[in-house]
């Protein structure tokens, strides 16, 4: 099933379509932990289409990235933090509700997010757990939607209305956080698509900003 969506930081409603998980995990992230890319700056991403997906991007080409903070709220009831990093074949952009789409033919833009499990709350008391919260290193694994801690990918093509998800139920393979603070990220993904598409390399990632906080 495809799922076509937007970025918001309003309160949003969405349908759970499977569970997502996390293993492995710490939940501190000032421990060091062993990394391909935490050693130096590097973004060695290979991205990789298949054929099979609706819009049939094409070729991928990195020549940007860069990392944001953001959150969401589920049905009013439960909120979230996660991590984006943007991955794009041209020079993306941050809005205030999160990555600018693409307008032009040919740009691609690949976001992954790293995101904690759902806390149900008051409304009202939601932005206090917000700011306590804290994506954690450790190993994820793909889903869309769910309650619990998981990765999720959207893509983004000029020229098409918002996104899909390439994380739906039947994708594979996971993806790590090494560094997890306000500041950056880093860590790895090894990642298909239920229709093919793959994603593998490692980042390292300054953070630009958290939405909800500015």
């Known amino acids: 099933m495809k799922f076509k969506h937007l970025i918001a930081?309003?309160?949003?409603?969405?349908?759970?379509?499977?569970?997502?998980?996390?293993?492995?995990?710490?939940?501190s992230p000032s421990k060091s932990e062993p990394s391909q890319a935490s050693s130096k700056?590097?973004?060695?991403?290979?991205?990789?289409?298949?054929?099979?997906?609706?819009?049939?991007?094409?070729?991928f080409t990195l020549e940007k990235t860069f990392a944001y903070i953001s959150g969401m709220r589920y049905n009013a009831a439960s909120t979230a933090k996660l991590v984006y990093v943007v991955f794009a074949n041209y020079e993306a952009t941050l809005g205030s509700y999160g990555i600018n789409m693409p307008?032009?033919?040919?740009?691609?833009a690949v976001v992954v997010s790293f995101k904690t499990a759902?806390?149900?709350?008051l409304i009202e008391q939601q932005m206090?757990?917000?700011?306590?919260?804290?994506v954690a290193t450790g190993t994820y694994e793909p889903a869309w939607m769910g309650e619990a801690e998981c990765f999720q990918v959207v893509y983004y093509?000029?020229?098409?209305?918002?996104?899909?998800?390439?994380?739906d139920r039947g994708a594979s393979g996971?993806?790590?956080?090494?560094?997890?603070?306000?500041?950056?990220?880093?860590?790895?993904?090894?990642?298909?698509?239920?229709?093919?598409?793959?994603?593998?390399?490692?980042?390292?990632?300054?953070i630009d900003r958290d939405l909800w906080k500015n």
């Open 128 to 134: 206090e757990d917000y700011n306590n919260m804290q």
């Open 41 to 59: 700056e590097v973004n060695e991403i290979n991205i990789v289409f298949s054929d099979q997906e609706e819009y049939s991007p094409g070729a």
């Open 9 to 27: 930081i309003t309160i949003a409603v969405f349908l759970v379509f499977t569970a997502c998980g996390k293993k492995n995990g710490t939940e």
């Open 157 to 167: 093509v000029g020229g098409q209305e918002g996104g899909l998800s390439l994380s």
């Open 103 to 108: 307008t032009e033919p040919g740009q691609i």
């Open 174 to 206: 996971s993806a790590a956080l090494t560094t997890s603070t306000p500041e950056k990220v880093s860590g790895s993904i090894d990642f298909t698509s239920p229709k093919g598409s793959t994603i593998k390399g490692t980042f390292n990632v300054k």
């Open 118 to 121: 759902n806390k149900e709350q």
